[in-house]
T-cell receptor, first 114, second 111 residues
Framework: AQSVTQPDIHITVSEGASLELRCNYS??????LFWYVQSPGQGLQLLLK??????LVQGIKGFEAEFKRSQSSFNLRKPSVHWSDAAEYFC????????????FGSGTRLSIRP | DVKVTQSSRYLVKRTGEKVFLECVQD?????MFWYRQDPGLGLRLIYF???????EKGDIPEGYSVSREKKERFSLILESASTNQTSMYLC??????????FGPGTRLTVL
């Protein structure tokens, strides 16, 4: 079955510390992978995406993610978090095609300690 | 920039009322989606549409219907609202590459 797992429901890190949010997926075909961020009361904003090519992808707001096929993972990283990064983060997987039904993980809530 | 707008940010309705949630996108996208978001459950797909007048059920279509009469507009209809439909509703649209763009969401409360 196709699925996305974000094992951490809630993470708290100190401002300025590094961050890694975990994402594992199960998908039968070549996956198209995404990370989205949702600030409180807002819709989702795309941080970055991966389909092919360099397995380390850069996104907006200083985030990056690394695709590891052997581990079925697509972890999100940031070297130094800012208080404004507090939000909920969703990993998602889908086919690279039209009418794409993307499967979302259940999300990881990030809190920032001053 | 792609813009997806939703007709209301907050909505309060009574049990049994018919509720319309409207979504409009301005990027000529073929695909549009309706999700509901509940704490701990992530995003669950209600319905999606890949063309005008075309629709397909998502994972939780019960109690909902949709309408897509124009390419830019996708409506979600709750025929008879119930308290268990209290939720955040998110609309999205996507191009052929599959990347989805989201609206700000409508928080619906059914009393």
């Amino acid at each position: 079955a196709q699925s996305v797992t974000q094992p951490d429901i809630h993470i708290t890190v100190s401002e300025g510390a590094s961050l890694e949010l975990r994402c594992n997926y199960s998908y039968g075909a070549t996956p198209y992978l995404f990370w989205y961020v949702q600030s409180p009361g807002q819709g989702l904003q795309l941080l970055l995406k991966y389909f092919s090519g360099d397995t380390l992808v850069q996104g907006i707001k200083g985030f990056e993610a690394e695709f590891k096929r052997s581990q079925s993972s697509f972890n999100l990283r940031k070297p130094s978090v800012h208080w404004s990064d507090a939000a909920e983060y969703f990993c998602a997987v889908g086919p690279y095609s039209s009418a794409s039904k993307i499967i979302f993980g259940s999300g990881t809530r990030l809190s920032i300690r001053p | 920039d792609v813009k997806v707008t939703q007709s209301s940010r907050y909505l309060v309705k009574r049990t049994g009322e018919k509720v319309f949630l409207e979504c409009v996108q301005d990027m000529d996208h073929e695909n549009m989606f309706w999700y509901r978001q509940d704490p701990g459950l992530g995003l669950r797909l209600i319905y999606f549409s890949y063309d005008v007048k075309m629709k397909e059920k998502g994972d939780i279509p019960e109690g909902y219907s949709v309408s897509r009469e124009k390419k830019e507009r996708f409506s979600l209809i709750l025929e008879s609202a119930s308290t268990n439909q209290t939720s955040m509703y998110l609309c999205a649209s996507s191009s052929r590459t599959g990347e989805q763009f989201f609206g700000p969401g409508t928080r619906l409360t059914v009393l």
